[in-house]
């Protein structure tokens, strides 16, 4: 007999990239999810104690407190393989386990660290004023290499693996937080890779994390809170956010 998925509290809000990743995840596995949407800079000491990296996101469960999303996925899979999120044929596997890897790694440093940070959290979290030479710098010079590799891995219809994978996830969820930068990408360059970002958000419980994420990128951290209930992702009663930072932002 399966288990029956015990209920999790996610640390973090929607906003995150990978925040939505895992809540994606849990939705496809059905795990019970409550949220505590702390943005990460504004964390107290209990969140420090489970998450030592001070980063979102975090999955608290009857059995683990846990960080990082690729870590936090490979975890639900295994203690709920159902429906399973890595390709079957192993080849695929590892090729899923790199592209997650990729998204990771240089897709982010890019596209959260380069350009979102500078774009949005700069300006929106600490009040300082967006170097926009700075974003132009990341969008035309660094970039178009990650799309073109994207471009040469994307599916041409479908996702990358058959069914629906880890891999699409952690692809597709670093391009909303390009258009909350006001970066728009040239449609005639990276085809396929738009098709399949476009194909794994209507296909997955994306579609509705992302038209939530582009409601509280809008509203007050109160207002968020109704927010999220409203999409069905019940809110903590006591929370890990504070009122003020704790550090200045980080450098890469
Ligand atoms: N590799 C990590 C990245 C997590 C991450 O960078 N989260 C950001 C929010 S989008 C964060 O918590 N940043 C706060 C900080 O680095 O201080 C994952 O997949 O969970």
Redesign the pocket.
Known sequence: MPESPAPATII?GAV????R?VLAVCALKRVPVTIDPII??FGNERFEAVSP?????VLIDDRVTL????VICQYLEERYPDPPLWPTDVADRARARWLEAFA?TRM?DVI?WRVFNEAVIKPGIWGRPRDVEEVERAVTGELPPVLDYLEGVAPADGFAFGPLSIADLSVAVLFRNLAWSRVTLDPARWPRTRGWVERTVAGSPLGPLTALADRLVRLSPAAQREAYAAAGLPVTTDSMGGSTPRRG??TV
């Open positions: 973090g995150s990239p990978y925040v990743k990460p800079f990296l001070r980063r979102v996101p960080s990082d999303s690729a990771a982010s959260m932002p980080m």
